[in-house]
């Protein structure tokens, strides 16, 4: 990967970073997670309509199902908010139990947050949820700095409330010329 010349560039290669990590270290480990995020213990996953129709087998129109959930006699799992829907404390319908997988990740059906979780781009920084057992924040910090090469720093923060959140920022080095360059 070259080293980025832009925010957006800086980004774009974070996001790269932590793509590569996730397709590494993450994926791999969910067929043998003692706790798979897909059973929504802890998480809650953000769905578009088209997605609750599916996962959820439903054949009523969205406004049916939204009286239906309104009424209290729709998925107690699912909550509706600003155009959306919100499922947690049951198993998503697309986790096979069975086979430690998912029925659609490869799927453009597949939720956006399957995709991020458990490390997100956040702008020059990522965002690792240590609730994910596979993630070891030493070695994705070591990932991302490979990743970018000597002209970045990597340094890592916990949230002060939610300390399983950690923020890994990247800055260019004080001492970088293309850093000084961009000042003049």
């Known amino acids: 990967m070259s080293p980025p010349t832009s925010r957006q560039g800086l980004a774009t290669n974070l996001q790269a970073a932590a793509d590569s990590y996730q397709r590494a270290h993450v ?5 043998v997670c003692a706790k798979p995020c897909c ?3 802890t998480h809650v996953l953000e769905l578009n309509w088209k997605q609750v129709k599916v996962f959820w087998q439903l054949d009523e129109s969205r406004a049916a199902f939204d009286r239906r ?5 729709g998925p107690e799992e699912i909550r ?15 986790y096979d139990e069975a086979q430690h997988c998912c029925r659609v ?6 939720p956006t947050g ?6 997100y781009g956040d702008g020059n920084a990522l965002i690792a949820d240590l609730r994910c057992e596979a993630v070891d924040i030493d070695e994705l910090a070591a990932w991302v ?3 970018l090469g000597p002209a970045f720093r990597v340094t890592q923060s916990a949230d002060r409330d939610f300390p399983f959140l950690v923020t890994l920022a990247v800055k260019r080095r004080g001492g970088d010329p293309k850093s000084r360059a961009g000042r003049r």
């Not at 600003?82 to 499922?87: C, E, H, I, N, T």
């Not at 399957?114 to 490390?119: A, G, I, K, L, N």
């Open 145 to 147: 700095a490979r990743a």
């Open 39 to 41: 059973r929504l213990d």
């Open 27 to 31: 994926i791999e480990h969910c067929a």
């Open 105 to 110: 990740y490869d799927q453009a059906i597949k």
């Open 69 to 73: 959930l309104a009424s209290g006699k």
């Open 80 to 94: 509706a908010g600003d155009g959306l829907y919100f499922a947690h404390r049951k198993v998503c319908p697309a």
């Open 114 to 119: 399957c995709s991020d979780y458990p490390v």
